[in-house]
C-alpha cells in the first residue's frame, strides 16, 4: 500500500501558476500508474493527468492539455503538476491517486488516494 501527500494549493490569481507535489511513502511508485483529479462540491470527480511511472507515458484532460504538465522527480518519489494559464474554472480540490497496472482515467479505477490540496483562482 501506498500513502500519498499532496501539497501546494493555493489561492492565485487568473493567469498565474502553481505547482502541487504529490509525495508517496510506503512503497515507491516505480509500477504505479499516477494521477491528479480534481473535484468542486456536488460534482464527481475529474481526471485532470497521469503518468506511468515505469514508461513516463502522461495523458491529460482535454481541458489542461497545453496549460499543464505531469512529471516526475525519481530521487523524491514524487509526482508534481505544473499548472500554467489558471483559469478560474480551474478551482478544485485536487488528488493524487494511484493504481498499478496500464493508465485510466476514471476515478472508480484508482484504489489509492491522498487527502487533497485546495486550489482557487480569482479573477
Known amino acids: 500500500q501506498v500513502q500519498l501527500v499532496e501539497s501546494g494549493g493555493a489561492l492565485v490569481q487568473a493567469g498565474g501558476s502553481l505547482r502541487l507535489s504529490c509525495a508517496a511513502s510506503?512503497?515507491?511508485?516505480?509500477?504505479?500508474?499516477v494521477a491528479w483529479f480534481r473535484q468542486v462540491p456536488g460534482q464527481e470527480r475529474d481526471f485532470v493527468a497521469c503518468?506511468?511511472?515505469?514508461?513516463?507515458?502522461?495523458a491529460y484532460a482535454d481541458s489542461v492539455r497545453g496549460r499543464f504538465t505531469i512529471s516526475r522527480d525519481n530521487a523524491e518519489n514524487t509526482v508534481y503538476l505544473q499548472m500554467d494559464s489558471l483559469r478560474p474554472d480551474d478551482t478544485a480540490k485536487y488528488y493524487c491517486?494511484?493504481?498499478?497496472?496500464?493508465?485510466?482515467?476514471?476515478?472508480?479505477?484508482?484504489?489509492?488516494w491522498g487527502q487533497g490540496t485546495q486550489v482557487t483562482v480569482s479573477l
Open positions: 510506503g512503497r515507491s511508485f516505480a509500477t504505479l500508474i
Open positions: 491517486a494511484a493504481r498499478n497496472g496500464m493508465i485510466r482515467t476514471r476515478h472508480h479505477e484508482y484504489g489509492e
Open positions: 503518468l506511468s511511472w515505469s514508461t513516463g507515458n502522461t
